[in-house]
């Protein structure tokens, strides 16, 4: 007799992703559960599927949630705010596990996310992640989405920004920053990449408008913290005055790849696929 296939619990933090895994997953006939980290989960995102809302301290709470709703697969996917100590407020569980993140409590996001990948792991879930559910949002090959081309100089802000990323990676700040001619005009830290390119619109310099580039960090555990890119990342670029936008692939969630490419089409911004060279500022096309 064949074993049933356990459910996939949903660790949601804000945006669509969660909803945009909870139905793949459905798709593939597997049960869903979806634990809605409160004042960061979606409702309009979370409540179509069985869930509930914990707050981030929860822990016994939450494993005893995804026990109870047989899950044996789980996903982290959604941004949040790294709390700090004293707004967490464990449960009993929860201060187990701190003990047991130790030193990676006050690392860099990399570094505590992956502690909790294992921690996750030796209480018995396989962490799964968010692209193995959906591969239709992860661009494999390098090479340009859409009708927009980046010109020569755009080609050399997007190694200018790969340089810039990688070093952030390496020192676990972000994923991200936007170049003008040369000039880094913003990086990402925890404010995400929203707000940076709000900033990078406030510090435009004249001329030709800049590039946004997202990279998987160095090393980084991708199955908690992919970049991803949507069609408000896309409308947010072109607000900020930039012409275009480099990613990592095989490496990024696109939400909603059609509707991505449609809307830098329509605002005439280029969607660039690369492969970056490991520590040297170069990528393949």
Known sequence: ??????????????????????????????????????????????EPWP????????????????????????????????????SLRPDAE???????????????????????VRILGEEGFHVRGAHEFLAQAVVEQPGVLGRVEPDEQALRDIRQGVRVVQALGGLDIGQGCVVQNGVVLAVEAMEGTDRMLARAGECRQPGEGGVLVKLLKP??????????????????????????????????????????????????????????EPDHGQFTL
């Open 1 to 46: 007799m064949t074993t049933p296939v356990g459910g996939v619990g949903i660790l949601a933090g804000g945006g669509p992703l969660p909803g945009m895994v909870a139905r793949s997953v459905a798709a593939a006939g597997r049960p869903v559960f979806i634990l809605g980290f409160a004042g960061f989960a979606e409702p309009a995102v979370i």
């Open 94 to 116: 929860g201060a187990r596990i701190l003990a047991r993140l130790g030193r990676a409590l006050f690392a860099g996001d990399d570094g505590l996310l992956a502690a909790l």
């Open 219 to 276: 090393g980084q555990e991708k199955r908690a913290d992919m970049p991803a890119i949507g069609p408000v990342t896309v409308r947010n670029a072109h607000e900020a005055g930039l012409r275009g936008i480099a990613f990592e692939a095989g490496h990024t969630l696109l939400m909603d790849r059609d509707a991505c490419v449609e809307a830098a089409d329509r605002l005439g911004l280029f969607m660039l696929a690369v492969t970056p």
């Open 51 to 86: 869930h509930e809302y914990v707050r981030l301290g929860a822990a016994g709470q939450m494993l005893s949630l995804l026990r109870q709703h047989g899950c044996t697969d789980l996903v982290l996917i959604g941004p949040i705010r790294r709390p700090s100590l004293r």
